[in-house]
């Protein structure tokens, strides 16, 4: 049986773009997570140590911790090559620096079924961003065309108070179909042109509620593994996306309890 752990607020695209809220019932990730299987869901939890000491120094995560998500990446993935994506960094500093650094409370999913062309063409305008990355690691884009599978992995570690004001909700990806997404462009994101699509969730359909989840009081020696693309996934007709969303926590002890998380993304390439 599902322990369910609160019920939050989370928002979603309605109609005429306007945020539409509904409340939902999290259920506990930890008590579940032995029963719930990564390629059906799209997540899971695993304790993973790292070597930085200081969460807020960009430089350092960006070289040491990258490395070390990377080598997770491999080892999780099984995959023949990855390719790391620089840190995003969210919290109260980093929010006064670029509003998208912000906690983003709508239920979405990072990439559409145009990530695989996207990421493949260096001519989209996206290639500006990955081309560097693509070179840091050694591939080029004959060898990205060349992959049988991509696949998409977000590692997401909250960094600071256990509780905090905006933990992050996860959707068990089978319990999201298709048609309740909606793709929207993101042109460019915290001062970077980027036009790569998204989804948004629609509201849900109370006969066939989403089914959220979150994992109480994380600490710096957990990251949470979601995909958020996997073309493995798209060719057999299954999910591929994993809905997300930062929630208002309903803790009141919470309000001054600050999140700070990282997050690092990889692409991982099969031959």
Same mark, same amino acid.
């Given at each position: 049986?599902?322990?369910?752990?609160?019920?939050?607020?989370?928002?979603?695209? %309605?109609?005429?773009e306007?945020?539409?809220s509904?409340?939902?019932?999290?259920?506990?990730?930890?008590q579940?997570?032995?029963?719930?299987?990564?390629?059906?869901?799209?997540?899971?939890?695993?304790?993973?140590?790292?070597?930085?000491?200081?969460?807020?120094?960009?430089? !350092?995560? /960006?070289?040491?911790?990258?490395?070390?998500? @990377?080598?997770?990446?491999?080892?999780?993935?099984?995959c023949?090559a990855v390719?790391?994506?620089?840190?995003?960094?969210?919290?109260? $500093?980093?929010a006064?620096?670029?509003?998208?650094?912000?906690?983003?409370?709508?239920?979405?999913?990072?990439?559409?079924?145009?990530?695989?062309?996207?990421?493949?063409?260096?001519?989209?305008?996206?290639?500006?961003?990955? !081309?560097?990355?693509?070179?840091?690691?050694?591939?080029?884009?004959?060898?990205? /065309? $060349?992959?049988? =599978?991509?696949? @998409?992995?977000?590692?997401?570690?909250?960094? %600071?108070?256990?509780?905090?004001?905006?933990?992050? $909700?996860? !959707?068990?990806?089978?319990?999201?179909?298709?048609?309740?997404?909606?793709? =929207?462009?993101?042109t460019?994101?915290?001062?970077?042109?980027? !036009?790569?699509?998204?989804?948004?969730?629609?509201?849900?359909?109370?006969?066939?509620?989403?089914?959220?989840?979150?994992?109480? /009081?994380m600490?710096?020696?957990?990251?949470?593994?979601?995909?958020?693309?996997?073309?493995? *996934?798209?060719?057999?007709?299954?999910?591929?996306?994993?809905?997300?969303?930062a929630?208002?926590?309903?803790?009141?002890?919470?309000?001054? *309890?600050?999140?700070?998380?990282?997050? @690092?993304?990889?692409?991982?390439?099969?031959?």
């Amino acid at each position: 049986m599902l322990q369910s752990v609160d019920s939050v607020t989370l928002h979603y695209l %309605g109609n005429n773009e306007a945020m539409e809220s509904h409340q939902e019932t999290l259920y506990d990730g930890r008590q579940t997570l032995a029963q719930l299987d990564f390629s059906e869901v799209g997540f899971t939890l695993q304790r993973h140590r790292s070597n930085i000491t200081n969460w807020l120094d960009e430089e !350092a995560i /960006n070289r040491d911790h990258k490395r070390e998500i @990377m080598q997770l990446a491999l080892q999780f993935s099984h995959c023949d090559a990855v390719v790391g994506y620089p840190a995003i960094i969210r919290g109260p $500093a980093e929010a006064v620096r670029h509003e998208d650094h912000l906690p983003i409370q709508i239920a979405h999913s990072d990439f559409t079924d145009d990530y695989r062309p996207m990421i493949l063409n260096p001519s989209r305008p996206y290639s500006a961003f990955l !081309a560097p990355h693509l070179r840091d690691a050694g591939i080029n884009y004959k060898d990205l /065309n $060349a992959a049988k =599978r991509l696949l @998409m992995l977000q590692f997401w570690r909250n960094t %600071g108070p256990v509780n905090p004001d905006f933990p992050l $909700a996860i !959707a068990d990806a089978r319990s999201v179909p298709h048609h309740a997404l909606q793709r =929207r462009t993101v042109t460019d994101y915290a001062g970077e042109t980027l !036009a790569f699509e998204t989804f948004f969730l629609k509201p849900p359909d109370r006969k066939r509620p989403y089914q959220w989840y979150t994992f109480p /009081n994380m600490t710096h020696e957990e990251v949470l593994i979601f995909r958020t693309y996997d073309s493995r *996934q798209e060719e057999a007709g299954l999910p591929y996306w994993t809905p997300h969303s930062a929630y208002s926590n309903p803790d009141k002890s919470s309000a001054t *309890q600050f999140r700070n998380s990282v997050e @690092m993304r990889v692409l991982c390439i099969f031959y």
